[in-house]
């Protein structure tokens, strides 16, 4: 028999990673701890699945080297095991924004119909926020903002923006921003505060990518309201 080239078993090494991608599943089981570290309750109730099913997807995430997990007391607690990931997980949203024609209409159907505008750069908000002139919005669960935010954002829902606009100035500069690139909360907050005509974008990237540049991140016990 004939034994296999190493060119050969390092492309099925690479194909490990690309199946453990290949579930929605699993990429919104990356999006949460990319939040932070979680066990499999906690994952399995944020991503909507069975304990069971929740299990079985990060044991393919952990045999692909794409997430690690320790032991606390009896519990297990899962992380990812590289910052890169956050860049590959980017990385197949920008593949699928520029080639596949349904993603691009989805996007449009988030921000009602129309081209959305620019995200904000990290180090343009930095800037701002330094200056006092600019409201950032985190709409992400409660429990995720308090877990760790942006100085200075306020915590909202999609749901609670209504009833926040009337606080707002009418030429208020907003920034909006969620969990990271698969998230849709922030192009959906932006959709929402536009249509009562404020100037509002999304941040580039989320909460992850904010706290991988290094940039400061607060967290507090019990979070913040708007």
Known sequence: MLSISPKH?????????????????RLSILEQLAQGERGVEALA?????SLANCSQ???????????????????VIYQISDAKT????DLL??????????????????????????????????IRLAKGSVIVLDVRPADEYAAGH???ALNTTVAELDQLVPKFAADAEIVAYCRGPYCVYAHQAVAALRRHGLNARRLEGGLPEWREDGRPVLTTPTGAQA
């Open 9 to 25: 078993a390092l492309l099925e090494e690479y194909a490990r990673v690309a199946h453990a991608l290949s579930a929605p599943a």
């Open 45 to 49: 109730q944020k991503t909507g699945l």
């Open 57 to 75: 997807h990060l044991q393919q995430l952990r045999r692909s080297g794409l997430v690690t997990s320790r032991r606390d007391g009896k519990a």
């Open 86 to 89: 956050l860049d590959l997980m």
């Open 93 to 126: 949203r920008i593949v699928a924004e520029r080639n596949l024609a349904q993603v691009d209409h989805i996007l449009r159907g988030l921000a009602g119909d129309e081209d959305a505008p620019e995200p904000v750069s990290r180090a343009d908000l930095a």
């Open 150 to 152: 942006i100085p200075g």
